[in-house]
């Protein structure tokens, strides 16, 4: 899909529809949880939408996994 954002008229869509620059709108806390080593969000993203909600006064948990990727599927770390 990256080779889309080439298209002006794809990535106004883009800018408009991501969660960071519509982090304002976000009132309900939100726990997120990224993995170091997901290879689709950068974890910066990550932190940086955590601070875009706390900015604007919404409350977010933070829990970066160490050992994961896109997605929580080690055995040990999927146990409650």
């Given at each position: 899909m990256c080779f889309l954002q080439g298209d002006p008229k794809i990535r106004a869509f883009l800018e408009n529809i991501s969660p960071l620059n519509n982090a304002v709108e976000i009132t309900k806390p939100l726990?997120?949880?990224?993995?170091?080593?997901?290879?689709?969000?950068?974890?910066?993203?990550?932190?940086?939408?955590v601070a875009a909600l706390r900015k604007n006064g919404t409350p977010a948990w933070y829990l970066m996994a160490k050992d994961e990727g896109h997605g929580f599927v080690k055995e040990k770390n999927c146990d409650f």
């Open positions: 726990f997120i949880e990224p993995g170091m080593n997901d290879p689709i969000v950068p974890l910066s993203e990550s932190e940086a939408m």
